[in-house]
T-cell receptor, first 111, second 116 residues
Framework: DAKTTQPPSMDCAEGRAANLPCNHSTISGNEYVYWYRQIHSQGPQYIIHGLKNNETNEMASLIITEDRKSSTLILPHATLRDTAVYYCIVRAPSGNTPLVFGKGTRLSVIA | NAGVTQTPKFRILKIGQSMTLQCTQDMNHNYMYWYRQDPGMGLKLIYYSVGAGITDKGEVPNGYNVSRSTTEDFPLRLELAAPSQTSVYFC???????????????FGAGTRLSVL
């Protein structure tokens, strides 16, 4: 079972920031938080990951609370092409530990 | 760079037929995975491999078989197709950088399978 809890759906106006929350209250000390997204039944796409510090890349920012029990993925200027299902995944950094996908959050970006 | 390539893209099988879903990656990744995704649901892991000659079961392995004879290829075999295997199948690969958690999985475009 997924170790994370996400809202089933969210809306965001085009051009505004999209803030997607994720609860992972049982996260262990060596587990990372990963975010993937899946656009219209394509294969999932990696977005960002982090351990305890906030992270930023060209796609998004990841804010992790100090107690690491929750995190927020931020898409700073959402576009229609960001409409997708976003998955928050917690796992230890080993290829032997596969990704466990929950149902994710369906983000709809509205013009 | 092609990344992860899956064939075929679509397939319709009759109950009891067999088929092999092909997956190949050109990134020299050591880890490969097979997932299935039922409508409206998240992905579930079927099998994975940590290197050539080594495979292991995931969450839903029943009705499937895999082999990994080369680094590049990881085919998924359905021996006796059943309607419950109607799904979208995704193959993925990754290279494990354990120390930095940089174990990013790259996914193929998927194979849409219907068993009637």
């Amino acid at each position: 079972d997924a170790k994370t809890t996400q809202p089933p759906s969210m809306d965001c106006a085009e051009g505004r920031a999209a803030n997607l929350p994720c609860n992972h209250s049982t996260i262990s000390g060596n587990e990372y938080v990963y975010w993937y997204r899946q656009i219209h039944s394509q294969g999932p796409q990696y977005i960002i990951h982090g351990l305890k510090n906030n992270e930023t890349n060209e796609m998004a920012s990841l804010i992790i609370t100090e107690d690491r029990k929750s995190s927020t993925l931020i898409l700073p200027h959402a576009t229609l092409r960001d409409t997708a299902v976003y998955y928050c995944i917690v796992r230890a950094p080993s290829g032997n530990t596969p990704l466990v996908f929950g149902k994710g959050t369906r983000l709809s970006v509205i013009a | 760079n092609a990344g992860v390539t899956q064939t075929p893209k679509f397939r319709i099988l009759k109950i009891g037929q067999s088929m092999t879903l092909q997956c190949t990656q050109d990134m020299n990744h050591n880890y490969m995975y097979w997932y299935r995704q039922d409508p409206g649901m998240g992905l579930k892991l079927i099998y994975y491999s940590v290197g050539a000659g080594i495979t292991d079961k995931g969450e839903v392995p029943n009705g499937y078989n895999v082999s990994r004879s080369t680094t590049e290829d990881f085919p998924l075999r359905l021996e006796l197709a059943a309607p419950s295997q109607t799904s979208v199948y995704f193959c993925a690969s990754s290279y494990s950088w354990v120390g930095q958690g940089r174990d990013i999985q790259y996914f193929g475009a998927g194979t849409r399978l219907s068993v009637l």
